[in-house]
T-cell receptor, first 114, second 109 residues
C-alpha cells in the first residue's frame, strides 16, 4: 500500500510569509503527527491529530498550526515565517492498532526561509 | 538533562563489525522506537518495543524496562548501514514521541 506522502518536498520562502505543508497518511490511518527537525534541536514534536481533532501539541508558538480533514489528510501552517523556521518537517501516520504497527514516516518537506 | 539520551553521538566502524547503539530514558513509556534516517531526510521505523527483544535480519533491538535502557545492535555491519539512528519514546502520559539526538553511524568498506 502507498506510504505517507508529503508535499511539497522542497520549499523556499521569505521571512514574514506563510506556508502550508501537506501530509497524506497511509490509507486507513486516522492519526497524523508532525515533527520539526533542525540541526540544533533535533527532532521535536509539533502536534498530533486524530479523526480531525488535535490530540496533543508540542511547545511551539501559535504561528504553527495544523488541521486534519475528514479523509485524514493533514496540513500544517506556519505564519509570519522566521529564519529559524528553516527545517525538515516530517509527518507520520499510524493506524488504530499502533501497538502493533507503530509509526510510518513521510519523506519530509525541507523548508528554507530566506 | 534530556529525557532521551543516546550514545555514542558518532560511531565509525569497519565493514563486518558488530555495532551497538544505546538509548537511556528518564520517563515512563508505553513504547520505544528505533528509527533510521538516511541523508535526504526520510525516516524508516526499524523497531517498536515495549519489552524484551526483537530481531529483523541483521538488526536486533532490546529493551530493559526496569533499567530504562534500550540497545540497537547491528551484526556484520555494511556500508549501506551508514545512517543516523534515532531512539524515540512514547510516554505513557500522552501520545507524543520524544526523540534522542541520534547516532551518526559510518561503516567503512
Amino acid at each position: 500500500k502507498a506510504g505517507v506522502t508529503q508535499t511539497p518536498r522542497y520549499l523556499i520562502k521569505t521571512r514574514g510569509q506563510q506556508v502550508t505543508l501537506s501530509c497524506s497518511p497511509i490509507s486507513g490511518h486516522r492519526s497524523v503527527s508532525w515533527y520539526q527537525q533542525t540541526p540544533g534541536q533535533g527532532l521535536q514534536f509539533l502536534f498530533e491529530y486524530f479523526s480531525e481533532t488535535q490530540r496533543n501539541k508540542g511547545n511551539f508558538p501559535g504561528r504553527f498550526s495544523g488541521r486534519q480533514f475528514s479523509n485524514s489528510r493533514s496540513e500544517m501552517n506556519v505564519s509570519t515565517l522566521e529564519l529559524g523556521d528553516s527545517a525538515l518537517y516530517l509527518c507520520a501516520s499510524r493506524g488504530d492498532w499502533a501497538i502493533l504497527y507503530g509509526y510510518t514516516f513521510g519523506s519530509g518537506t525541507r523548508l528554507t526561509v530566506v | 538533562k534530556n529525557e532521551v539520551e543516546q550514545s555514542p553521538q558518532n560511531l565509525t566502524a569497519q565493514e563486518g563489525e558488530f555495532i551497538t547503539i544505546n538509548c537511556s530514558y528518564s520517563v515512563g513509556i508505553s513504547a520505544l522506537h528505533w528509527l533510521q534516517q538516511h541523508p535526504g531526510g526520510g525516516i524508516v521505523s526499524l523497531f517498536m518495543l515495549s519489552s524484551g527483544k526483537k530481531k529483523h535480519g541483521r538488526l536486533i533491538a532490546t529493551i530493559n524496562i526496569q533499567e530504562k535502557h534500550s540497545s540497537l545492535h547491528i551484526t556484520a555491519s555494511h556500508p549501506r548501514d551508514s545512517a543516523v539512528y534515532i531512539c524515540a519514546v512514547k510516554e505513557t502520559s500522552g501520545s507524543r514521541l520524544t526523540f534522542g539526538e541520534g547516532t551518526q553511524l559510518t561503516v567503512n568498506p
